[in-house]
């Protein structure tokens, strides 16, 4: 019998050095590599390196053997091939060997410098095919899956390894080699015939699956069986060991101790207890230097700032030093401050209520978020202002998870820990300004916070317990209602803060801007200024438009600028007077104009009162008629409310032609054209009703309407005339253009009683409920 290695022929009978192997035994196809340390063996390996780099790999019988002899060394081992050789620096030489092919020792040659044999080349086996010899190589190829499943730390290579074997004999051989076996019992798997060799795998293999299954239930058992205190007792003796070792002594605690210290004077609910000593367990568990450490001890450091008992007593407030202060701070808003005023004093009697959230609506600058800094100041609480405007992120309100890196509460929560009481006034200022995106809607998250029926246990996602807000006074302030979400809306109780009256202008410069503003220029005792009643008038007319009082307190620090050079550059002069005649020294050109109202009796013509955000202003309502088919043409930017009030009066002109000497058939063969100038701005409503009657009945009656007349009021179709809205602002507006004849609604006439009397002043108000009444006052005979 003979084989191939590598091209060189080695047949029965053949002479190979001998390299005996302790504790080991080398089987076919198997790549392993050995340190060669015995003298012979290393001479033994240089032959065979020399010449084909063929040995025969034989176990010795006993390991502890330094120089084993013929007689020591078994007869059946494998001849080997060397892959790679390396001689090391302490004269030992390592060697990557594969195994070949089984061969049996015919003689042995114990020589001086190595062993050498002649040796018989073993043939392979092979299986002949049948259904009892499937089944036997299937059931050992099963039982070995099963061992290398139920084996810790099996190496999965091995597996994949074994599926790529196709020869029986290689893969018994294969199994033997990488399994748990003594060096006697592997001895015999390379001797033994292959049948035998299967039979003695599979009992072998059978039974240590049989004791790998015993052990891992036994192990489960066990686990099942130990308690949750003992496992953390278990534990916390380990991480003690563990700390000792790493050199973490007690002083390096401290910190632990201090928040621990820290947690048991807080009155915590059931919940936040429960959370907050598993959080500390967990902190003293883990190692300082992981992230989990600073997660844990952030949480915990929110948990102890957040106020959690501690609360400012609202029976101290006094109501008449509420009023007081409300007045201090802000004047006119008398309707706003008596409900303010109402909702405290329910507050002082029960101390709580449930189910009221204050939100002030109105424009720009009118005083919405110092109302709440009033409120805060009259009741004595903390007060903290949040601005919504822009915020689109649910996460802004509830927080983010803690497992994010960099997370923190949300807005809510971060105010609750600003002011360190449970019962605060919080401010959400520019509710109407929050928006939506893929990240979620505020405004829904809002509706939790602000439900007196769910924020007695608000939810932050980072806090993760309920948090009691219930306490706490939330005041919102918006610019306009309706882009506030219905069931936003519904949970709060809407305060409208109209815009300021000229009047109140005035007043709120000289009683509140003047002296703030003297103060923050440096203008004190020493220097005078005085600014004249015209001056301040002509400020709020002319160089302002707008509801609030933000810009005209731009308007005085620029005048007082400009009078703090002058101080500096002529000789420090120490007096000085602004007036209506030098106001433009300081301010410029007029930046604003207001109509003016003809005061000559014109046909077609009538004058009117309109209310804008900014305060109220006159309108000059023109009617023309032209030649053509009776349609109407409406101009001025009107809006459809306005333009259904056009037709609305056209319809009682056409209805009533008779009463008031119009030509029957007018609508046949003349055109209507209703302009109202300033066409830039736009106009809407209903309450220029009455006046674009009367500019049609006059244009169509050749009749002339007097000049010294305004009116506001909504017509109808049979000439009653209906309720309007801002009276107060109209008013001034009929002041400001020196009109003196007002009509207004019979319906609205009760309303006078609340309005000053430095605005009704010089004006002759006429109620009316019908058009016959209006015509008769303001048509000429």
Known sequence: MEIIINGKKVTSGDILPVIPMRNLVVFPQMIIPLVIGRSKSIRATEKAFESNKLFFCVAQKLSETQDPQINEVYKIGVICHIIQILKMPDTTIRILVEGIK???????????????????????????????????????????KEFAKLTRNFPEDILITYENIYDTEDKVDFIASNIELNIDTKQQMLEYKLLRRIFYLIEMLSKEV???????????????????????????????????????????????????????????????????????NKLKRTNRISPEYTVS?????????????????????NLKKAEKILNEDHYGLKKIKERIIEYLAVLKMVDKIKGQILCFVGPPGVGKTSLGQSIAR???????????????????????????????????????????????????DEVDKMSMDFRGDPSAALLEVLDPEQNFEFHDHYIEVGYDLSQVLFITTANDLYSIPIPLRDRMEVITLPGYTEFEKQKIAQGFLMPKQLKNHGLNKDIKVEFSENSILSIIRNYTREAGVRELERNIASVLRKIVRNYLNDNYIKYFKVNSNNLSK???????????????????????????????????????????????????????????????????????????????????????HIHIPEGAIPKDGPSAGITMATAIISALSKKKVKADYAMTGEITLMGDILPIGGLEEKLVAAQR????????????????TEIPKQIKKGLNISPVENMQEVLSLVLEN
């Open 102 to 144: 089984r061969a049996k020792v015919l003689k042995y040659n114990n020589q001086k410098e190595l062993i050498t044999a002649k040796l018989e080349l073993i043939e392979s086996e092979y299986i002949p095919e049948s259904p009892e010899n499937s089944a036997l190589i299937k059931t050992l190829e099963t039982e070995f």
């Open 210 to 280: 049989e004791i790998l299954k015993i052990r891992k239930k036994i192990a489960g058992e066990v686990r099942s069986k130990l308690t949750k205190s003992q496992r953390e007792y278990f534990l916390n003796q380990e991480l003690k060991v563990i700390q000792k070792e790493l050199g973490l002594n007690e002083g390096e605690n401290i910190e632990v101790k201090e928040i621990e210290k820290k947690l048991k004077k807080l009155k915590l609910t059931e919940e936040a207890d429960k959370k907050v000593k598993y959080e500390l």
């Open 297 to 317: 001890l952030n949480y915990l450091n929110w948990i102890i700032e957040l106020p959690w008992g501690d609360t400012a007593k609202s029976k101290k407030f």
């Open 378 to 428: 009259a009741l004595e609480r903390k007060f903290s202002r949040m601005s919504l405007g822009g915020v689109r992120d649910e996460a802004e309100i509830r927080g983010h998870r803690k497992t994010y890196i960099g997370a923190m509460p949300g807005i809510i929560i971060q105010a609750m820990k600003r002011v360190g009481t449970k019962n605060p006034v919080i401010m959400l």
């Open 586 to 672: 300081y301010l410029g050109v007029e930046k604003f104009s207001y109509a003016e109202i003809s005061k000559e009796n014109r046909i077609g013509v009538a004058n009117g009162l309109a209310w804008t955000p900014v305060g109220g202003v006159p309108l000059e309502i023109e009617v023309a008629l032209l030649e053509g088919k009776g349609k109407l043409m409406l101009t001025g930017k009107l809006g459809d409310v306005m333009k259904e009030s056009a037709n609305a009066a056209l319809s009682y002109a056409r209805a009533h032609y008779t009463e008031f000497g119009i030509e029957k058939n007018f609508y046949k063969n003349k055109d209507i």
């Open 737 to 752: 253009s020196k009109i003196n004849n007002i009509i207004i609604p019979k319906k609205n006439y009760k309303e006078l």
